[in-house]
């Protein structure tokens, strides 16, 4: 089982560092998307065509390059630009020893003489792939460099070569290894090209078929992240299938078509005589349109109006946010998390349909491509590409979906009462508030924080493109409703430790402001006195378990005279736990203490009479904020003591308590 852990955390680490790559190709689907649009205006051999066309080819012809260095960085311990130059230079040792003239030579060939079979037998081998293209030979580059660094970025050398220590090592290393690398792979390739090229192939032979359940997997595998590894199989030049470089490549596509002899040299789909690449190539790519500038969004309508009356509004608001941005942007992780885990039959019904509608799109050949995702501003860039072909019929095709997923979803939802948002009991669409409240990132990010148990509970913080992506110290300590009450559109749970916080497109912006709380100062933590009255040391107070501090370091209130008490909050925070009685809570601080308030002693007994409680759990609560009020002459009449304690039951998380005149100060 812990096997299995540690594989699917490496597997989401690298699925999160691919996407530094993926990033990237929205320069190249806008450049090409107008530089086609000029050209089919203004002629193919307009300038202002041409340098378009020719900066969208600076990302597409060096794509290998570019996921070495990304991943090189997404994977280092610390993402230090040491990483990411080792990362160029092991692409670069690589490709530059296989070079296919330099093979020749290792092997004593004259590759430009073949003729016949000689020369078939040859390119079989596939060493004309080895170049800045080859997103595999990036891969393999980027995760060494990778690997290299994190292992020897903190190796010291002797006085003599300390110049090279630390992270001056990692490039030198990582070129030598890149070396051993080359060795292996100038006997592995041949094998390895002709094993990919076959599945490539197979894959490709099944048409719609093969389109439809890529599309089924792809969607199955969101809630894990290992999306990307599979969108990384179909999308790019892993395995020769490279929908989206050869779609943005256009007229060069299809000139690669024109002059191909076989079907290693065809960029589409060989027929035995001609290569076929208009209305093949973008197959993995057309379907999701559908999907997601109609279908999502006729699934948010229905969950709008299966909401509870008095939650539509709200529901509506959220819920249509998340469906202009997967129109607009094919943004849909918002949408889909907000009934992936609470109507997980809806879930599959939505992966089934979008294999369906990509299975659809492949048959009729209607093609349309992306550079960051299937929304109306990809399909107006990639319109004018010319291997668009009937690109209309896919807004035809979305009105189709649009109507399927709405009647699917409204029917499922109130056949099978699904608890999709706005029906469930607990409902906690806490991003109004948080828009109101300052900066809205600051105040989503101390949330988040909150949930995942606060910052010392936080071992690694990165993001990708609307995740954050956590490991933590203590599972045990992370609060999945805290989070969902920040505002995220989802918690995942990939692994023990591992937590993923769906946040949204503005997933850099919380992730600033989460990593920047992180590293403010906690060293001491100030907590107000929760009741008028006079601060005094725990241990003088009549409750041995309490003076003892077998609860916990703290300090107590002895509340000043009236008949009315009211108990605020301590400190910032949210409050974790509220006792069935009201005689105590918790509340977790922005930086993971867990404070402990106490009214009374053995109030427990009242079993809740006397007690108002304000707040409930999961509230975020302010400094003096006032949580529970306390009938104190009736309960000072039966001989109750209402002196208020206040502790830190985590006895790790405190080495001293100092106090002050309005409470105390917590030295962590």
Sequence with gaps: MKIMSNVMTALQRLGKALMGAVAVMPVAALLSGFGYLISNMAGEDNFFALILLNSGGAVLDNLGLIFAIAIAFGLAKDSNGAAALSGYLGFATLTTLLDPEKVAVYKGIDAESLEGQAAIDWAAQGWDAVNNKNVLFGILAGVLAAWVYNRFSNTKLPDALAFFSGRRLVPILTALFAIVLAAIMFVLWPLVYSGLFSFGTWIQGLGAIGAGIYGFANRLLIPTGLHHALNS?????????????????????????????????????????????????????????????????????????????????????????????????????????????????????????TGISLAVASAFHW???????????????????????????LLLLGLAFFLLYFGIFYFLIGALNLKTPGRGEEETPATAETAQSGDK???????????????????????????????????????????????????????????????????????????????????????????????????????????????????????????????????????????????????RTDDGLDV?????????????????????????????????????????????????????????????VELTPNGARVLR
């Design 596 to 656: 402990l308030t106490h009214i009374g002693f053995d109030t427990v007994t009242l079993k809740g009479e006397g007690f108002t409680p304000l707040k409930s759990k999961g509230d975020t609560v302010r400094a003096g904020e006032p949580v529970i009020e306390v009938d104190a002459a009736a309960l000072r009449e039966r001989g109750f003591d209402l002196t208020t304690a206040v502790v830190m039951p985590e006895k790790s998380q405190t080495t001293a």
């Design 367 to 393: 093609t349309a491509g992306f550079g960051f995702s299937a929304g109306l501003m990809d399909m107006l860039l990639s319109s004018s590409n010319p291997l668009a072909h009937q690109w209309w019929m």
């Design 233 to 353: 199989i179909f999308w790019f030049d892993v395995i020769g299938i490279n929908d989206i470089g050869k779609f943005l490549s256009g007229a060069e596509t299809i000139e690669a078509a024109r002059t191909a002899t076989d079907a290693a040299s065809c960029p589409g789909a060989w027929n035995g005589t001609t290569c076929e690449v208009v209305g093949v190539v973008g197959q993995y790519q057309a379907g999701f349109f559908p999907i997601m500038m109609f279908g999502l969004p006729g699934a948010a309508l229905a969950i709008v109006l299966r909401a509870k009356p008095g939650q539509r509004k709200v529901i509506g608001s959220l819920m249509g946010a998340g469906a202009l941005a997967s129109f607009l942007t094919g943004v849909t992780e918002p949408l889909e998390f907000s009934f992936m885990f609470v109507a997980p039959l809806l879930y599959v019904v939505h992966a089934l349909l």
């Design 441 to 587: 990132y600051d105040a989503m990010a101390s949330r988040i924080i909150t949930g995942l148990g606060g910052a010392r509970n936080i071992d690694t913080l990165d993001h990708c493109t609307t995740r954050l992506r956590v490991t933590t110290h203590d599972p045990a300590r992370v609060d999945e409703p805290a989070l969902r009450a920040s505002g995220a559109a989802g918690v995942i749970r990939p692994s023990k430790t591992a937590v993923q916080v769906v946040v949204g497109p503005q997933v850099q912006f919380v992730y600033d402001a989460v990593a920047k709380r992180m590293h403010e100062p906690t060293a001491g933590t100030s907590l107000h006195a929760p009741v008028r009255g006079e601060v005094v040391d725990l241990s003088t107070v009549s409750d041995e378990a309490f003076a003892s501090g077998a609860l916990g370091q703290g300090f107590a209130v002895v509340p000043q005279a009236g008949s009315l008490l009211t108990i605020t909050a301590p400190a910032d925070g949210t409050i974790t736990q509220l006792m069935k009685s009201s005689h105590a809570f918790v509340v």
